[in-house]
């Protein structure tokens, strides 16, 4: 079938797009089924207080098995899951911004 140059490139990008999300769905499918190392086995939820003083979720630490100190970890707070509140007194917490600052980078002068 012959297409007008116009409407060939319209209708191209669509067929490649639905291709595309075919095959990527169908290989995301199989790999899932067969590879599950990507899943956590736990999780620690970290919250804050809103100012009403509910609990609000801030994100999660996810623990894998694959990990030697975090499936250690697992294993410990598995046995008894109040470990927990020990874990704060030896906590640290650190923020880093995404941007980068002056100071930030190589020296390319």
Same mark, same amino acid.
């Given at each position: 079938m012959h297409w007008p140059p116009a409407m060939a490139w319209q209708i191209l990008p669509l067929s490649l797009e639905i291709i595309m999300?075919?095959?990527?769905?169908?290989?995301?499918?199989?790999?899932?089924?067969?590879?599950? *190392?990507?899943?956590?086995?736990?999780?620690?939820?970290?919250?804050? $207080?809103?100012?009403?003083?509910?609990?609000?979720?801030?994100?999660?630490? $996810?623990?894998?098995?694959?990990?030697? *100190?975090?499936?250690?970890?697992?294993?410990w707070l598995n046995e008894d899951p109040s470990r927990v509140t020990s874990l704060l007194s030896k906590l640290e917490i650190e923020y880093r911004s995404a941007t980068q600052g002056e100071g930030s980078g190589f020296d390319l002068s």
């Amino acid at each position: 079938m012959h297409w007008p140059p116009a409407m060939a490139w319209q209708i191209l990008p669509l067929s490649l797009e639905i291709i595309m999300a075919f095959t990527s769905s169908a290989a995301q499918s199989n790999s899932q089924q067969s590879n599950d *190392n990507w899943k956590a086995q736990g999780f620690l939820n970290l919250y804050l $207080p809103d100012r009403q003083g509910k609990r609000v979720k801030l994100g999660a630490i $996810p623990l894998k098995q694959g990990r030697s *100190n975090e499936k250690k970890l697992l294993e410990w707070l598995n046995e008894d899951p109040s470990r927990v509140t020990s874990l704060l007194s030896k906590l640290e917490i650190e923020y880093r911004s995404a941007t980068q600052g002056e100071g930030s980078g190589f020296d390319l002068s």
